[in-house]
Nanobody
Framework: QVQLVESGGGLVQAGGSLRLSCAAS????????LGWFRQAPGKEREFVGG????????DYADHVKGRFTISRDNAKNTMFLQMNSLKPEDTAVYYC?????????????????WGQGTQVTVSS
């Protein structure tokens, strides 16, 4: 079983950047397809992007394409979310998640492992 721990959240002004990390322990992260999700107050958890366990291909939600980039460092057993050109509407708790399948899924229910989340707040 893998355990996921997010870090890197914080307060940033609109237009700024943050880099989130998702560190895995207990099992190598390269055997999982990983995803980033976010949840704003009063809203459902939504897909941000993901990276496949094979080949490292990525996919993103339309509202972050061109601004967010997901990568993974298998040697460090860590996934990253580089967020640029941040907007106030990006404010949310960001979660990393893992699933054993090979495909990136946009439904949160497809992921069975979750981190505790890290708060990202973008001020206008």
């Amino acid at each position: 079983q893998v355990q996921l721990v997010e870090s890197g959240g914080g307060l940033v002004q609109a237009g700024g950047s943050l880099r989130l990390s998702c560190a895995a322990s207990g099992r190598t992260v390269s055997t999982y397809t990983l995803g980033w999700f976010r949840q704003a107050p009063g809203k459902e958890r939504e897909f941000v992007g993901g990276i496949r366990r094979s080949f490292g291909t990525t996919d993103y939600a339309d509202h972050v394409k061109g601004r967010f980039t997901i990568s993974r460092d298998n040697a460090k057993n860590t996934m990253f979310l580089q967020m640029n050109s941040l907007k106030p509407e990006d404010t949310a708790v960001y979660y990393c998640a893992a699933r054993e399948g090979t495909l990136i899924k946009i439904a949160a229910t497809e992921y069975n492992l979750w981190g505790q989340g890290t708060q990202v707040t973008v001020s206008s």
